[in-house]
């Protein structure tokens, strides 16, 4: 026989949860996805203005991190930014990316990392009102990417650089190894000096 009272629902026992964890990377994929044909290649073939720019993503540890990725956006010399299409194009016949048609100043580049953490860059010259390199940071561990800027030497420091210490100035600052050849290590952490200032922007 069933009873007709309005009994109450059984309660729950509550355990207490976990805490909360942080949010977790998945991947790094960027070396499969990403990258595109001559993505490192900015400045026109046989443009004598072309400049090297190259260095090593560096861990916490200063170890290389050998499947980072980077994105570079600079002014063209003339001081214009509008860049060009170009960076992505597609071969009409088979819809494989094509890359770069080797003609055109995009002012932008992606390229990986390689096994020993090494990047290269082929550039031309940034003017001087805008005296650097913007670069993004893909790196595993990294919840977002990271904002720098490569400086070349001999360009007049502009508020950000003059605003920085010393020490902390010369992270930002590439070495000049040979005539057209600058180096720009990333060092995604460290203490002190060590570690690349990065940009926050709102």
């Not at 290389?64 to 980077?70: E, R, T």
């Not at 100035?169 to 570690?195: H, K, W």
């Amino acid at each position: 026989m069933t009873s007709s009272r309005n009994e109450p629902a059984p309660t729950q026992t509550v355990t207490p949860s976990q805490a909360v964890t942080p949010s977790q990377t998945v991947g790094p994929f960027y070396g499969y996805a990403l990258p595109f044909a001559r993505g490192g290649e900015i400045a026109p073939a046989g443009d004598p203005r072309t400049l090297t720019l190259h260095g090593v993503v560096r861990d916490g540890d200063g170890a290389p991190v050998p499947d980072a990725l980077l994105e570079f956006w600079q002014a063209a010399p003339d001081g214009s930014r509008t860049g060009a299409a170009g960076s992505l194009r597609r071969d009409p016949a088979t819809g494989a990316v094509a890359g770069r048609d080797g003609v055109a100043f995009t002012g932008f580049g992606r390229v990986p990392s390689d096994a020993d953490g090494h990047y290269a860059l082929r550039t031309l010259p940034p003017p001087a009102d805008a005296p650097y390199v913007s670069v993004a940071v893909f790196a595993r561990g990294l919840l977002h990417h990271l904002y720098t800027r490569a400086y070349l030497p001999g360009y007049r420091y502009d508020a950000l650089l003059a605003g920085l210490p010393e020490e902390r100035r010369a992270t930002l600052i590439a070495r000049q190894e040979a005539e057209r050849r600058y180096r720009f290590d990333v060092r995604i952490q460290g203490d002190g000096a060590q570690e690349t200032v990065f940009l926050e922007f709102p």
